[in-house]
Nanobody, 118 residues
Framework: QVQLVESGGGLVQAGGSLRLSCTAS????????MGWYRQAPGKQRELVASITSGSSTNYADFVKGRFTISRDNAKNTVYLQMNSLKPEDTAVYYC????????????WGQGTQVTISS
């Protein structure tokens, strides 16, 4: 059994910052890539940022220079530091973690709401 628990969402004004966290727990042999996705109302879920086991990062163009993804392997946790937030960043943010048990499997967090007011 594997669980992903997200935290850190909320309501902030445009220009503000938030930090999201996602911690994996349970029967985990190792963790490969970790990432954050978001889904706004009426839109498809889209990749925000990802980080490999070797800490190589990848960002969507719309967050480059504003968001930073990082991970703490000792804590099985991935973070998303979000700065200079815009109203268009409003969405439910989901973490996605590729966890190796008997084989690699993708797991999703429950989602955390991020709302940016103008």
């Amino acid at each position: 059994q594997v669980q992903l628990v997200e935290s850190g969402g909320g309501l902030v004004q445009a220009g503000g910052s938030l930090r999201l966290s996602c911690t994996a727990s349970g029967s985990i042999f190792s963790i490969n890539a970790m990432g954050w996705y978001r889904q706004a109302p009426g839109k498809q879920r889209e990749l925000v940022a990802s980080i490999t086991s070797g800490s190589s990062t990848n960002y969507a163009d719309f967050v480059k220079g504003r968001f930073t993804i990082s991970r703490d392997n000792a804590k099985n946790t991935v973070y998303l530091q979000m700065n200079s937030l815009k109203p268009e960043d409003t969405a439910v943010y989901y973490c996605n973690v590729n966890i190796v048990r008997l084989r690699p499997v993708n797991y999703w967090g429950q989602g955390t709401q991020v709302t940016i007011s103008s």
